[in-house]
């Protein structure tokens, strides 16, 4: 059996729809951005004064985008009116048409109060309707004057804006729901005891002495994931200084366990460091063994502020360290600008360094620049005997890595400080 014919109605509508989506890029806006603007497209389309979007909530009519150049109170965004009542709701339910050309004359308008209260003549309408099939409101355009021109086609029209709506409206929907459970993820971990830390040592090469440890936050909760996607995760929901901040303190709560000539390295961002209420948790630590770790990969939006804070920090002691050189793109400018006391060679640098002549190359330079600025160099990553031989030879002072002493508890932290000679 052979598929019906589409019609030429049919037709030209989905091909609106293909060349609006196009134009205005659903896959790239958000709907604050795009509602406004279908709003204004299909106001202008229709030549029509007054365009909104309703959004339905429970028995309420509410106004969430409205463009109506007479600024009438009654068409304010967030002002509602009874559901039951609105064109909005009849159109959804059949009990009006799409396109009505003069309400003041239409039989199923013209006794209506909100006729005569917002002066509407020509109206056009169509649902927005969600992919779950809820109704969220509808997507309206109308004239204080009847206009016997529109056509259903004109409707048509208003369905596609109003689909490319739903469109939209769905994906944020799905995002804040993404969002919300995203934010009950991380604060679960933080308040069950799912978030711990491990300590890796960090060693001096030349005598394999203990001088410091970076501390590494560790998650035992689903989804399995790896520490730096939980810390991706709460940057992308607004927690990055919540959970940074309880990472700092749990990191620094070894310190006073470790012998005195050894430092805690704690990592957090520029973000992180630049929040009052994450700085406070360093008012309880003796600063001069304490080193925050920046990451590279940070983009720092007011470098002005970052070093203020560093420096104001450094007069009680603190050392700044620039966290994986090697592997992203912001490495020297977070050198050049906030001139770290220490700089961490990123394991992908630090790996078969002993057989790629490029590696050493790069990194004769570095060792040339941190001796000249003062400045230390911790190798990261480091894995095998080979490499550490050929750090060592080259000038490379502090090194930590699977090959010296993989991450691990507090506890066995302690027993090996204990152990040392």
Same mark, same amino acid.
């Given at each position: ?91 959804? &339910? ?35 309707? =969600? ?66 830390? *491990? ?10 002495? =203990? ?35 309880? *990472? #700092? ?8 366990? #470790? ?10 961002? *520029?973000?992180? #460091? ?8 360093? &008012? ?51 050198? =050049?600008?906030?001139?770290?006391? #220490? ?60 090959? =010296? ?6 506890? &066995? ?9």
């Amino acid at each position: 059996m052979s598929r019906p014919k589409q019609s030429s109605s049919e037709d030209e509508t989905r091909g609106l729809k293909r060349l609006l989506s196009e134009s205005l890029d659903l896959r790239c806006v958000t709907a604050d951005t795009l509602l406004p603007r279908l709003v204004e497209t299909a106001r202008l389309h229709l030549g029509m004064e007054v365009g909104f979007i309703s959004r339905f909530e429970d028995d309420l009519r509410y106004f969430r985008f409205t463009q109506d150049p007479r600024e009438s109170e009654l068409f304010a965004i967030d002002t509602c009116d009874a559901r039951e009542e609105s064109y909005c709701q009849r159109v959804v &339910d059949g009990r009006l048409p799409r396109v009505i050309h003069d309400a003041q004359r239409h039989p199923g308008t013209v006794n209506l109060k909100i006729t005569r209260d917002y002066g509407i003549g020509a109206f056009v309408s169509a649902p927005i309707i =969600l992919k779950d099939g809820t109704v969220y409101g509808s997507l309206c355009c109308f004239n204080f004057e009847a206009n016997q021109a529109l056509q259903d086609r004109d409707g048509a029209f208003v369905a596609v804006l109003a689909e490319m709506a739903a469109e939209v409206i769905d994906r944020d929907i799905e995002a804040g729901r993404e969002h919300n459970e995203t934010v009950s993820r991380i604060r679960r971990a933080m308040d069950s005891g799912a978030m711990s830390m *491990a300590w890796q040592p960090i060693i001096n090469i030349s005598d394999n002495k =203990l001088v410091g440890a970076e501390a590494l936050a560790r998650f035992d909760a689903e989804p399995r994931r790896p520490p730096d996607a939980w810390f991706a995760d709460a940057a992308r929901a607004g927690l990055t200084s919540e959970l940074e901040k309880t *990472a #700092l303190m749990m990191g620094l709560a070894l310190l006073e366990q #470790l012998p005195e000539d050894m430092y805690i390295a704690c990592n957090l961002s *520029a973000k992180a #460091l630049l929040d009052p209420a994450v700085r406070t948790v360093l &008012d309880d630590f003796e600063l001069s063994r304490v080193v925050i770790e920046l990451t590279e990969h940070d983009i720092v939006a007011d470098y002005e502020a970052l070093i203020k804070t560093i420096n104001e920090l450094r007069t009680r002691g603190l050392r700044i360290a620039i966290d994986d050189f090697g592997a992203g793109y912001a490495c020297f400018r977070h050198i =050049l600008f906030l001139r770290p006391d #220490l700089i961490k060679l990123d394991m992908s640098l630090v790996h078969d360094i002993d057989n790629q002549e490029t590696k050493r190359s790069l990194l004769e330079a570095m060792i040339g620049f941190a001796k000249a600025s003062r400045q230390i160099l911790v190798a990261e990553g480091v894995e095998r005997p080979s490499e550490l031989c050929t750090l060592s030879n080259m000038g490379v002072e502090l090194a930590q890595g699977y090959l =010296l002493h993989k991450p691990m508890a507090g506890a &066995d932290i302690l027993g090996l400080c204990r152990r040392q000679p």
